[in-house]
């Protein structure tokens, strides 16, 4: 997977972000943190697209894109 | 042609109508002493296609009936005291989304399981206020089998016209007895269908007020897609806790009903133009009115019949007019005053009303009815 | 890359109503892309709930949708199913709403193996009314009306379904995001009543109740019970204490209701000529 690291666009949807953390817990490079009650992105060159963040965020609010 | 005709029970004669109304669902349980209505449908119901599904409980009988009247079938139910109980969570949710359907009441002695066998009036206040909430009301009260028969296909053409549940009650005498019906042809009854949509899809709101206080209803499967819920809804369906939304919402509901009265409510009056007193009864016990009017009228006695067909908006112009030039009303009916309350309310002040309660699990005889009108005059 | 969801929902609906953590909103996902992979037509399908957090979903989807009242989805979607035997239906809730109030409707449609697809959102408890316990609580636990701990033992929602007569019978968890989707497209291609449950948390009501400090604390212990089918033949009782199996836990043919109905017409018409 590392081969797909650093081609991603992680889009938040802040308005769906309900800060739950969940994405910021299971993403296995740590590219997300919290930032008062809304995740940012921190390190997107760290992403490796497993989707992780996507798949498991509750409220629709992570959207991970090809750059 | 002649005629097709049967000797029937009332409550055969009732799925008949409802076949004849353009019925293909059916979803009922058993209980006494309704039971004919669901093995009739069974029979019936199949052989045009249709669909009878006998579900696990009452609740889900009713549950059926709305889910198949959503796909855009004419649904029905059947069911006695007990079961009408348990129906009453759904009828609001008929009441709240409306839902066209139809529920028979073949009523019984109560409460709770009372007495399975023995006729009995004592659920026409629950016909009008069983569930919670405001909500309007329809319910026929047929007093003989062909009359079973043409109620119940009113019953479809009202709940279809106005987009909500009508219930059909009647005693067990008249859903037990057997009478000779003849079948209307085809065509000869009037049926009414559902209003459907003529809006584009994307314009399609569920309670939409531009076509009045009944909108268009969709089948689901069709190419309308929409939102039902049993909360507080604004026009698109979708729940709503606006105070100005929620309020017209459930004005409309009842206004629908209230503007609409000349065409829902039937009454049948016999002798009542000089009466000086009029029996005002519904179901079997108008049966034995009548024949104690026409023994009074052979006493010498004036006395009238009024019948209203329509418990459910009951017709209140009519017995209040009738109540200016009468003595007295009398109201036989098998429960301890339950219409009695309706009739005290709009005729107020303007005769004597008084009740013959029973609740013995026997007819209202028309001796009694005859004692108590020479006792009102 | 990422998935457009947005398609299946209606616009303006979102955010949902849920808690920030919520395992719905996973779960929610999940059966929005099984139903795309299956292609289900959005005019064709019915999409029916009962009352409480999970029977939200349908007001948020872009379908057939009808929130019924409480527990009473799946007899609603009986009788949609029996009318119109052409429509796919799908009926999603909670466990109080599925097995408690709802629970003679769902193992009677268990019974009739009529085809839907139910999903259940098992979160052990009641949340909309502020976390009552419910059916699936496990023994012991805190809820607003056990506060000295749940006396009740519980229903095994999955095991329910198999032994009413559901042929199809799997589970899974919020966890296991890309496993709720496989799961509900087998569902949904199945024909006969299809059970998925999938074992999911409610921070608000349940977790912080019980021993569950964060969201996190919660997602992590749905991944550690959750045990494949295939892998728990090679685990010790001793293994598979606390654990809950996951996959696909039960699936034969028997005849479909629906399907069954349509001889029953055959038969009367054939009476009749």
């Not at chain 2, 314009?203 to 897609?225: C, H, I, M, N």
């Amino acid at each position: 997977m590392s081969q797909n690291k650093g081609k991603a666009k992680i889009e938040v949807i802040e308005k769906y972000c309900k800060g739950c953390n969940i994405c910021v817990a299971f993403c296995p490079t740590n590219v997300l943190e919290m930032d008062g009650f809304v995740v940012k992105v921190a390190r997107l060159e760290e992403c490796i697209k497993c989707m992780q963040c996507e798949l498991r965020c509750p409220d629709f609010a992570i959207k991970v894109h090809d750059a | 042609m002649a005629k097709k005709v049967a000797l029937l029970q009332g409550n055969e004669a009732c799925a008949h109508g409802a076949v004849y109304a353009g019925c293909t669902f059916f979803g009922g349980y058993p209980i006494t002493p309704s039971t004919e209505v669901a093995e009739v449908m069974s029979v019936e119901l199949p052989k045009i296609g249709g669909a009878f599904i006998q579900m696990e409980d009452e609740i889900a009988a009713m549950a059926s009936i709305l889910g198949g009247a959503l796909t855009g079938a004419k649904a029905m139910t059947a069911t006695s005291g007990p079961g009408m109980s348990l129906k009453q969570e759904l009828l609001g949710y008929a009441c709240i989304a409306e839902i066209p359907c139809v529920i028979i009441n073949v009523m019984r002695g109560g409460p709770s399981t009372g007495m399975p066998t023995g006729p009995s009036q004592s659920d026409v206040l629950q016909a009008r206020w069983g569930t919670h909430g405001d909500h309007p009301a329809i319910a026929l009260a047929p007093s003989s089998c062909q009359e079973i028969f043409s109620e119940t296909v009113r019953a479809f053409n009202l709940a279809e016209k106005y987009r909500m549940p009508v219930q059909v009650v009647f005693d067990e005498i008249v859903g037990h007895m057997r009478e000779r019906i003849e079948f209307p042809e085809p065509g000869e009854l009037e049926i009414i269908d559902r209003t459907e949509p003529t809006v584009a899809p994307e314009d399609y709101k569920p309670y939409d007020t531009q076509f009045g206080d009944v909108a268009p209803l969709a089948a689901f499967g069709s190419e309308y897609r929409y939102h039902v819920t049993g909360l507080n809804k604004a026009e698109d369906g979708f729940p709503t806790t606006k105070a100005e939304l929620v309020d017209a919402e459930q004005r409309r509901q009842i206004r629908k009903i209230e503007d609409a009265r000349a065409d829902i409510e039937s009454n049948e009056e016999y002798q009542t133009e000089d009466a000086e007193v009029i029996v005002l009864a519904y179901g079997s016990t108008a049966r034995s009115g009548r024949y104690a009017v026409d023994r009074l009228r052979e006493e010498g006695v004036k006395a009238g019949l009024f019948r209203p067909i329509t418990l459910w908006p009951f017709p209140e112009k009519r017995v209040q007019e009738l109540a200016k030039q009468t003595k007295g009303i009398i109201v036989p009916e098998m429960n301890l005053g339950q219409m009695v309350l309706e009739v005290e309310r709009v005729v107020a002040r303007d005769c004597a009303v008084e009740l013959i309660g029973r609740v013995d699990g026997e007819p209202i005889t028309p001796t009694q009815i005859m004692d108590k009108v020479k006792e009102v005059l | 890359m990422a998935y457009d969801y947005e398609k299946n929902i209606r616009p303006g609906k979102l955010p949902h109503i849920w808690c920030p953590g919520c395992g719905h909103g996973i779960a929610m996902k999940g059966l929005i892309r099984a139903m795309d992979t299956c292609g289900l037509d959005k005019n064709n399908t019915a999409m029916v709930s009962g009352i409480g957090c999970a029977s939200r979903l349908p007001g948020y989807m872009d379908y057939c949708t009808l929130h019924t009242a409480h527990g009473r989805a799946a007899a609603f979607a009986t009788g949609i199913k029996m009318a119109k035997p052409e429509m796919n239906v799908i009926c999603v809730g909670g466990d109080g709403d599925g097995v408690a109030i709802g629970g003679n409707h769902f193992i009677h449609a268990c019974r009739r193996n009529i085809d839907m697809t139910y999903v259940v959102f098992n979160n052990y408890i009641y949340g909309m009314t502020g976390g009552q316990f419910s059916p699936t609580t496990p023994t012991g636990d805190k809820a607003s009306t056990t506060p000295y701990g749940n006396p009740d033992p519980t229903f095994d929602i999955s095991k329910l379904a198999i032994g009413a007569g559901a042929t199809f019978v799997a589970r899974t968890t919020a966890f296991h995001a890309t496993q709720i989707d496989k799961l509900i497209v087998q569902g949904i291609k199945h024909k006969g009543m299809a059970v998925i449950e999938v074992l999911d948390d409610c921070p608000t009501t349940y977790g912080r109740r019980n021993r569950f400090r964060s969201v996190v604390d919660m997602m992590k212990r749905l991944k550690d019970i959750a045990v494949p089918v295939a892998a728990a033949g090679k685990m010790s009782p001793e293994q598979l204490e606390g654990k809950v199996l996951t996959g696909v836990l039960h699936q034969e043919d028997r005849p479909e209701y629906c399907e069954q109905y349509t001889e029953v017409i055959k038969r009367a018409q054939a009476q009749s000529e």
